[in-house]
């Protein structure tokens, strides 16, 4: 069976740090394009990190030097360290890759950065 499960989130307060963790399982392995996507309620999901299979990094605008994608291969995990969190970064935080021509989601981990 083909998962992606999120961990990591919780409260924490503005300023503060989290690292969300998105363990693969079945067919999926980290060494491909690795995505995380933020979310809030009534609002699209808004990629925020992705690692290529060659290493290379891409982040939106808005995390740029606070939030670093990371990967583990032997555990097939891939991570995303926040830090200096802001109350914007309030919301559902989802991995995802695609698997031939289907994107996977996790089920997603709710962070809330309180001000």
């Known amino acids: 069976q083909v998962q992606l499960v999120e961990s990591g989130g919780g409260l924490v307060q503005a300023g503060g740090s989290l690292r969300l963790s998105c363990a693969a399982s079945?067919?999926?392995?980290?060494?491909?394009?690795m995505d995380w996507y933020h979310q809030t309620p009534g609002k699209q999901r808004d990629l925020v990190a992705s690692?290529?299979?060659?290493?290379?990094?891409n982040y939106a605008d808005s995390v740029k030097g606070r939030f670093t994608i990371s990967r583990d291969n032997a555990k097939n995990t891939v991570y995303l360290q926040m830090n200096s969190l802001k109350p914007e970064d309030t919301g559902v935080y989802y991995c995802?890759?695609?698997?031939?021509?289907?994107?996977?989601w996790g089920q997603g981990t709710q962070v809330t950065v309180s001000s």
């Open positions: 079945g067919s999926i392995s980290v060494r491909k394009t």
């Open positions: 995802s890759t695609y698997l031939g021509l289907r994107r996977y």
């Open positions: 690692t290529t299979s060659g290493g290379s990094t």
